[in-house]
């Protein structure tokens, strides 16, 4: 509760995948429906929390602030106590190019691929949240607005069910 008597909510959504699947092109629009967008990645270095280029997740899960409804953008997020998780996917074909136009080394490359094939981020993800509270979304042909569609009925049917309405 906040001093004014008024509930805090602490609604994660963790908006997770492999690097290159569109988790913050759709972080973006589902921030444009009003919830607070947490770029997971800027946080880290803010909240020293960053490593050479390692984020320390238990120090960002003890310095992060979420009062209020947030998305989370990261490939990590599913890793920071969210209420639910939607992971973007690709096929990885189109994966391989994505990374490679980043400028991805080969084996940057290859471990990304792997995490993706054995769909390591949803089986981390389960082991934080039921697997009823987690939404996979093909990015393969961007999101479409009907995908968009079901994802924000996804996160609203979340939120509700948060606020245990």
């Given at each position: 509760m906040e001093a004014g008597g008024e509930a805090v909510s602490n609604f994660r959504v963790a908006v997770s995948g492999v690097p290159g699947t569109g988790?913050?092109?759709?972080?973006l629009l589902i921030s444009r429906s009003g919830y607070r967008l947490i770029d997971?990645?800027?946080e880290a270095g803010k909240s020293g929390c960053l490593h050479?280029?390692?984020?320390?997740?238990?120090?960002?899960?003890?310095?992060?602030?979420?009062?209020?409804p947030v998305i989370?953008?990261?490939h990590y997020s599913h890793l920071l106590d969210p209420y639910c998780v939607i992971i973007t996917e690709c096929s990885p074909d189109l994966l391989e190019t994505r990374l490679h136009e980043r400028?991805?080394?080969?084996?940057?490359?290859?471990?990304?691929?792997?995490?993706?094939?054995?769909?390591?981020?949803?089986?981390e993800a389960s082991e934080y949240v039921p697997r009823n509270r987690i939404m996979r979304i093909s990015t393969e042909n961007g999101i479409k607005e009907k995908d968009f569609s079901l994802i924000m009925d996804f996160i609203k049917r979340m939120e509700r069910k948060s606020d245990g309405t």
């Amino acid at each position: 509760m906040e001093a004014g008597g008024e509930a805090v909510s602490n609604f994660r959504v963790a908006v997770s995948g492999v690097p290159g699947t569109g988790k913050t092109t759709l972080s973006l629009l589902i921030s444009r429906s009003g919830y607070r967008l947490i770029d997971l990645n800027v946080e880290a270095g803010k909240s020293g929390c960053l490593h050479e280029d390692e984020v320390d997740i238990g120090c960002l899960r003890e310095r992060i602030r979420t009062d209020g409804p947030v998305i989370m953008d990261g490939h990590y997020s599913h890793l920071l106590d969210p209420y639910c998780v939607i992971i973007t996917e690709c096929s990885p074909d189109l994966l391989e190019t994505r990374l490679h136009e980043r400028g991805y080394d080969r084996a940057k490359i290859m471990v990304n691929l792997d995490v993706l094939l054995t769909d390591a981020i949803y089986d981390e993800a389960s082991e934080y949240v039921p697997r009823n509270r987690i939404m996979r979304i093909s990015t393969e042909n961007g999101i479409k607005e009907k995908d968009f569609s079901l994802i924000m009925d996804f996160i609203k049917r979340m939120e509700r069910k948060s606020d245990g309405t």
